[in-house]
């Protein structure tokens, strides 16, 4: 019986984990929200030359936290996911004047109904 209960008790564990876990979003509704852009719109945004941020795509690719999506030969790169990255390889400083050019993205892309509402 204390079996069952031990059972009983890891997989009520096991399913608290699970719904601790942030929530994924797909590549479609990311880009759709401008929270995933074609790299070099992502480097435009980060300040970057789009050659530096297609390599840190690559550089993370197959990791459990990946810069971006290869889709059709195109890179999408994740916002959120970028601006971690420029803050860890660039600073504070290169992360916010990202967000706000992103900001500004949104607000334009917004303005001109072409999609990317912000939330």
């Known amino acids: 019986m204390s079996t069952d209960t031990e059972h009983a008790a890891l997989l009520e564990q ?6 601790e876990r942030p929530h994924q979003r797909n590549w479609i509704a ?3 929200d401008c929270e995933a852009l074609p790299l070099s719109r992502a480097a435009e ?19 459990d936290r990946p810069l971006g999506y290869l889709v059709g030969g195109l890179w999408l790169v994740d916002m959120p996911e970028l601006m971690r990255q420029l803050e860890a390889r660039r600073g ?13 993205y949104r607000a334009q892309q917004s303005a001109t109904l072409q999609g990317c509402v912000t939330p």
């Open 14 to 19: 096991i399913a608290s984990e699970l719904r």
């Open 30 to 32: 990311q880009f759709r």
């Open 92 to 104: 504070e400083r290169a992360r916010r004047a990202a967000e706000g050019r992103l900001e500004e």
């Open 45 to 63: 945004i980060a300040g970057a030359d789009p050659e530096t941020i297609r390599r840190w795509c690559v550089a993370v690719e197959y990791t």
